[in-house]
């Protein structure tokens, strides 16, 4: 009964704090507003006096808490064991708390960068780009909505890369710059890719056992689909003896075509470009001292071509194809004879290499008998359906001298199997 006669008590007290709560708050406003010109001077006094009070109610609050607290184990035997009972429960939680808040440091770095790991959803496959030459392949990135980064020593030797997109099309760059020696190299587009960006950022905090994804292609163009990415954890901060640029280590195995990709945390923010990787351990040059050096690229380590179709007809075989290779299809087209134009246009003859990705020339020879004629073996890098083939040629081209240049007149080139050379 008296269990009964607490909770009406209770019942009836709440009741009555509600009915009485209308007609206080009524009285309030109206003690508070009228008279209308004590209003501006009742308003901070009422302010001042309800804020005083509540802050005193809370530290008298508190106090008498931490007094309860105290004595609590005091009163009785029963009071001390369910104190030491508490005690070990509370002491378990926060030892727990405190392992699980070092794990998620430790998975996701500190501060905002645990949130990302469970609330950045976002994948960058769809954002990594492959960068193929005659010579090599890796992965690049776009840093400015015309600008791709990826490694010099993708590109080294390589006077026309070309960039192909996570949706198969190509392009290949109007310009590139570089620094052999930072190994980054900067490629730019015709055509702009705002939606692709992925911008470097200035000197973020890398802390040791973060986790990070590395993004690129391994192999290449051997695998078909969209970038992987490998996910590991940041070693170190490692100095690499002649390179001005700092590389951070981890235990990525990066795999070779991968070289040009970011490397990125939790948050999707740049860390580094994948470099180099042996046996597990990688390297990456660290992307905001990258983002220092690139206003200072020049293309003095690029390389370049120089074609000189007057000289005599090898050398205009060499520029016709050479224009293919550097998908400069506007200057290969006017190495075409008039007779030879007789029979397509420029969207015809273009039409036919759309696909190609590279030429590269293993041999031209002067034929001893006709001077106008050259012999030519070459290979084409084809790239359809996401995939890359190699075709092989040999044959002959029969030039001729208008306006000062040889131009390509007829042609006797096939297609062979692999051959031999």
């Not at 009785?76 to 030491?84: A, E, G, P, R």
């Not at 020593?153 to 290949?172: A, C, L, N, Q, W």
């Not at 050259?374 to 995939?387: G, L, R, S």
Request: charged letters at 25%; hydrophobic letters at 40%.
């Amino acid at each position: 009964m008296k269990k009964i006669d607490f909770f009406e008590k209770l019942a009836n007290k709440i009741k009555l704090k509600i009915k009485n709560f209308w007609p206080q708050l009524k009285a309030y406003f109206k003690r508070l507003i009228f008279p209308l010109y004590l209003f501006p001077i009742k308003i901070i006094t009422y302010t001042a006096y309800y804020l005083i009070k509540f802050v005193l109610k809370f530290i008298w609050a508190f106090v008498s808490l931490v007094f309860e607290t105290i004595i609590f184990p005091f009163r009785s035997l029963k009071n001390f064991l369910k104190s030491i009972f508490i005690s070990i429960i509370f002491i378990y939680l926060a030892l727990n708390l405190f392992v699980v808040a070092d794990y998620l440091v430790k998975e996701y770095g500190p501060d905002k960068k645990i949130l990302c790991g469970f609330l950045n959803t976002k994948s960058y496959e769809g954002n990594i780009v492959r960068i193929v030459g005659g010579y090599s392949e890796g992965s690049g990135f776009f840093i400015e909505p015309n600008k791709v980064l990826t490694n010099f020593h993708v590109i080294d030797g390589e006077p026309s890369p070309k960039i192909i997109f996570p949706d198969g099309h190509f392009e290949t760059p109007v310009k590139m710059v570089g620094d052999k020696i930072a190994d980054i190299a900067i490629l730019e587009t015709p055509r702009e890719h705002k939606k692709m960006v992925m911008p470097l950022n200035d000197n973020l905090a890398i802390h040791p056992e973060e986790t990070v994804i590395a993004y690129g292609y391994p192999l290449g163009t051997e695998i078909k689909g969209t970038a992987t990415k490998l996910k590991g954890k940041v070693k170190d901060i490692k100095k690499v003896r002649g390179n001005p640029a700092p590389y951070i280590q981890t235990d990525i195995n990066l795999v070779e075509g991968m070289s040009g990709g970011p490397l990125i945390n939790l948050c999707g923010e740049i860390y580094g470009i994948n470099t180099m990787g042996i046996s597990g351990i990688s390297l990456f040059i660290v992307a905001s001292h990258a983002k220092g050096l690139i206003p200072n690229f020049t293309h003095k380590d690029i390389t370049k071509v120089k074609l000189d179709p007057s000289a005599s007809p090898e050398e205009a075989v060499k520029a016709f194809y050479t224009h293919l290779k550097t998908r400069n299809m506007e200057e290969g087209f006017k190495l075409l004879s008039k007779e030879y134009l007789k029979k397509t246009n420029f969207e015809e003859w273009a039409s036919r290499f759309s696909e190609v990705l590279d030429v590269d020339i293993v041999l031209t020879k002067p034929d001893e008998k006709k001077k106008d004629t050259v012999f030519i073996k070459f290979i084409t890098k084809v790239w359809k359906d996401e995939e890359v083939s190699y075709h092989y040629y040999e044959g002959a081209w029969q030039t001729i001298l208008e306006d000062g240049v040889y131009k390509m007149l007829k042609s006797n080139i096939k297609e062979i199997p692999l051959p031999e050379w």
